[in-house]
């Protein structure tokens, strides 16, 4: 009788081996695929802004066109198939572009949108859509709006921008009439550093005084740069109170030009003083001082128009530099008893041409100022100048929002108007933070029937 065995699979995969009998595709182990698939580069589409107002028109008046940046800020083309007008009203609206477009990589198209109210009604429920062929955003909807009114009035809207590092120099007065305020700087420096910190602001900030007979000050910073990198808040307050308390017996020819030049050219900007002056960095100069410049240092002679060219100069691009300062009035003095001030033309001149801020030493609002002056330095606008000129500038013709929030009339925490630059003017706490959405609406002359 013959006896049959039944072998294990494994014990037979061996014997065919030993034998030389090769398995079946089945039987050999398939290594594991091993590659990861890498995604594929992805266009993204961004578009700005995210919406617009075309204010208050008579019916068949035609509005100022406004533009529309699309940008791609993916790594791959952009393709945007079309652009569209959708919602009850649109035919008030005109685009001056439909598509499609082809958009590069970090490229940009723009286009138009114009509106024309057609009765005097409201508009807004219209859409302009962007369609693409971003995976994520097939269609942006950017809202538009406008009115047909009896009185033509615009709106117009600034998006708050700001820098991330800043550099300030500080030139103190210490001259003897001098030593109460700067007492009360000192204390109130908290504000000053506290809004940097708010900001998240990489500062830096160096000391100078006004006195340009004292071979060891001449531009001398009075101690070492204050940095955010290396100073607490706390720390910093403390290091400046002492850089500007060191004795108040300075020259009575108080030099706050000349002192600042010195300060930031060679050969001290090279050498004791180098290292305040970066490239990532808005420049802010602020002086405090109840004196006019009277600088006579270089030459020619220091004087506000060849001031205001150098100071632009020291940055690429000269709207990062602004001079600010906490002096008396452009053409009148004020004051009494050790400190009277005197008219402060010159300084005037060149904050006026560096847009920075004045404040009235003899008021002596040192924390309002702090806090302007903090967030002009920053690199935040103030002054918001109109494409027209309101044919009424009165509080109850101009409304002012920030962030869709009133903002009051007013010079300390509020808004003005100033008719020199057609500006409106934001004031302390008033000021939008980086973001923020400012819209200003006001009446105009449309020169199409407006009464």
Known sequence: MRR???????????????????????????????????????????????????????????????????????????????????????????????????????????????????????????????????????????????????????????????????????????SGSMEDTIRQLGNAMNTFINSFVNLGMDYQIAVVTTDMANPTESGHFMGPIIKSSTYTPANAVNEFRSQTSQGFSGSPDEMGLAASMAALSAPLVTGSNAGLIRSNATLAVVVISDEEDSSDYGSPAVNPPGYITWVKSLKSNPDDVTFSGMVGPKSSTCGGGIQIVSAAPRYHQVINSTHGVWSNICQLDINPFLTHLSYVAAGLEFRFPLSDTPVNTSPSAITVTVDGAAVPYGAINGWTYDATTNSVELHGDAIADPGEAIVINYPYDSGCGNP
Request: proline fraction near 9%.
């Open 4 to 174: 049959l065995f039944l072998l294990a699979p494994f014990v037979l995969a061996a014997c065919a081996q030993d034998i030389g009998i090769a398995p079946k595709d089945s039987d050999v182990p398939v290594p594991a695929d091993t590659d990861v698939a890498l995604p594929a580069l992805q266009p993204d589409i961004e578009v700005s802004p995210p919406s617009l107002s075309f204010g208050s028109l008579p019916p068949n008046c035609p509005a100022d066109d406004q533009e529309v940046t699309v940008t791609n800020v993916g790594e791959a083309p952009l393709n945007v198939t079309s652009l569209a007008l959708d919602g009850a009203g649109n035919s008030a609206f005109t685009l001056n572009k439909a598509g499609p477009f082809r958009i590069a990589p970090g490229e940009s198209i723009k286009f138009k949108v114009g509106f024309e109210a057609g009765d005097y009604v409201l508009y807004d429920k219209v859409k302009v859509v962007v369609a693409s062929n971003d995976p994520d955003e097939k269609t942006v909807k950017v809202g538009v709006a406008g009115e047909g009114a009896n009185a033509a009035f615009k709106d117009e809207l600034f998006i708050q921008e700001s820098a991330s590092a800043v550099d300030v120099l500080w030139i103190i007065d210490n």
